[in-house]
């Protein structure tokens, strides 16, 4: 049963009190809304899903809309550039000094917002919250200091002023009661109007007139607590939770961070396709899709490493990309299907040059961005994650000697050292799956032992050779390579190395690659043969790193889930169910 306290409006019309509508509850208890009213303050629900209701509200809407278009003469979505005095945060540090209870009624401003909410204190005195964005939002605190030394609250992402719309203000009043009574939460408005604050010392703005320039057609609720309807309704998520825009904000000064960090050191930024006729550059999964116009199937890229390296071959010595990735694995708290890297490489480089870069870059990033080499680590506030160089290392191999109390195989190329392995894992628990094979054991291993000791920012070097297949051989170990990963809180957030250019050696690492792939690893890396031929060229000595971006905002967000740093997330869809009048 639906109940509805109905206002009369222009006598025959009919619109939805939102003050005091409400659902009552089915006898299976579906459906319910809670509604949080306030005296004089229009409808904020904690849960939209009926659409019944939405249909409701947004015929309503669509009257009150009309209401305003008769009552007034005004134009609602006008194509037209609004020019503007002041963003909130302009006038809020142009107008605080202001003192109590004055009014600047010689002075007009024009400012344009979001209603967040609205009171009507009496029919000729209405109170409407209204925010806008902020597109350079402060990072370390929830507060900026104004120029009069005023401390501004900042809700998320967004800046609020009081609206004292007053009857007696308002240059053509009978436009007042139509716009108070049709004015609903969420509508874009534009306040033309005096600069003032209330004699509690709030400062606001006088409208002497409001045009609605966007309305809202459908109800904003109080807050979202189902994490999946804030991820697949990413503009209702940022509306109710403006907070959460807080990882964006972070996202944008990490990536603008590199590129500045990049490019003032020489780097030249390049584009390489997202879809080639090959897959390579990591070990992992790829997606596939068909060319009509080709008649073939396409990989998206799972990295841009070899179409760089060519690059660097045909003489840029410094090139980097920032991009997207896609790899057909798991989802989960780290990993989505599509996600952001950086990855450069410098010519005549190796990869203790890298581990310098890295240190500067991510010690000057979070610096830059946070004021300070410490942050929280996000599993545990109480830890204090310092990016202060220089950062502590761990070698691969000597470390898992170390941790289990064994020595590796001396070959860990051969398959001949699977039993070994197997049996160095049963010891110490280490569950492995299959398919068997040096390089997924090895990172088994590394996975249990090593990573969780990583919490401060740590470079773990020297990989085996079996795990690194794009990496040059140790200069003093012909069984490990010149790499490194860099692991902060226990994730992975670079891998680099010192780049393999002799052509005949790349070769033999893909064709080891390919066994692994007969043996069922299926994220086993393919011969590229267009990337051999290239190195025969003459690949100088060069230097390679990749940065996981999204990995790192988690990080700086002190956030434990990736979706929280992807504006849209890969989700899977809701399953709609069959509709019982269409079945037959």
């Not at 009257?63 to 302009?90: D, V």
């Not at 990413?234 to 509306?239: A, K, N």
């Not at 870059?361 to 929280?376: A, D, N, R």
Request: net charge neutral; glycine share 4%; charged share 25%.
């Amino acid at each position: 049963m639906l109940i509805r306290n109905i206002n009369k409006i222009n006598k025959s019309k009919t619109l939805i009190n939102l003050n005091k509508c409400y659902y009552a509850s089915k006898k299976n208890n579906n459906n319910i809304f809670k509604n949080e009213t306030v005296d004089g303050e229009h409808q904020e629900i904690d849960e939209i899903n009926d659409e019944k209701y939405l249909q409701i509200y947004s015929s309503s809407r669509e009257e009150m809309i009309n209401n305003i278009r008769k009552g007034t003469g005004k134009q609602i979505y006008e194509a037209k550039e609004r020019k503007l005095t002041h963003s909130i945060k302009e006038y809020r540090n142009e107008f605080s000094g202001l003192g109590n209870g004055n009014k600047l009624l010689d002075k007009s401003v024009v400012l344009v917002g979001r209603i967040k909410s609205i009171r009507n204190s009496s029919n000729k005195l209405t109170f409407i919250d209204l925010v806008s964005s902020y597109s350079n939002q402060p990072i370390v605190d929830d507060v900026i200091k104004v120029e009069n030394n005023e401390t501004l609250k900042m809700t998320g992402a967004q800046f609020s002023l009081q609206v004292m719309a007053d009857f007696k203000f308002f240059e053509n009043q009978n436009h007042y009661p139509i716009l108070m009574e049709n004015l609903r939460k969420g509508d874009i408005i534009e306040i033309i109007g005096y600069p003032a604050k209330s004699q509690k010392g709030e400062l606001s703005v006088i409208p002497k007139d409001i045009n609605i320039l966007t309305p809202c057609n459908r109800p904003i609720p109080l807050k979202i607590n189902d994490k999946e309807i804030r991820y697949r309704n990413r503009p209702l998520d940022f509306l109710v939770n403006p907070e959460n825009q807080r990882a964006f904000f972070i996202r944008s000064k990490v990536i603008n961070y590199v590129r500045s960090f990049l490019v003032e050191r020489g780097f030249l930024e390049v584009d390489t396709p997202i879809l080639s006729t090959n897959v390579g550059g990591a070990n992992a999964k790829p997606f596939i899709t068909r060319s009509n116009s080709l008649n073939l199937d396409l990989f998206l890229r799972i990295s841009p490493e070899l179409f760089l390296k060519q690059l660097v071959v045909a003489g840029f010595d410094k090139v980097f990309e920032l991009g997207k990735q896609f790899r057909n694995e798991g989802i989960d708290l780290t990993h989505n299907p599509e996600f952001t890297t950086c990855e450069f490489y410098q010519a005549y480089a190796d990869y203790e040059t890298i581990v310098k870069l890295t240190e500067e870059m991510l010690s000057g990033m979070v610096y830059s961005i946070f004021g300070t080499y410490e942050i929280p680590f996000p599993a545990n506030p109480e830890i204090k994650l310092n990016f202060k160089a220089p950062f502590q290392r761990i070698n691969f191999i000597d470390k898992i000697e170390e941790l289990t109390g064994r020595t590796l195989p001396k070959d860990l190329t051969s398959y001949d050292c699977i039993p070994e392995l197997l049996d160095i894992c049963r010891d110490n628990n280490i569950h492995c799956k299959e398919p068997y094979t040096p390089t997924r054991i090895l990172d088994e291993m590394a996975s249990t032992l090593i990573e969780p000791l990583c919490i401060q920012p740590t470079f773990v070097i020297d990989h085996p050779l079996a795990m690194s297949p794009l990496a040059k051989i140790h200069r003093s170990n012909n069984q490990r390579t010149e790499r490194f990963e860099l692991f902060v809180g226990g994730k992975e957030l670079v891998n680099a190395y010192s780049e393999l250019n002799d052509p005949k050696e790349q070769r033999k690492r893909f064709l080891a690659q390919s066994q692994d792939r007969i043996t069922g690893d299926d994220e086993a890396q393919i011969l590229d043969e267009s990337f051999c031929n290239a190195l025969e060229y003459g690949l100088p000595p060069t230097g390679g790193w990749g940065l996981g971006i999204d990995r790192l905002c988690m990080l700086f967000s002190n956030t434990t889930t990736i979706k929280d740093v992807l504006f849209f997330p890969t989700m899977k869809p809701i399953e709609q169910k069959p509709n019982n009048k269409d079945t037959k």
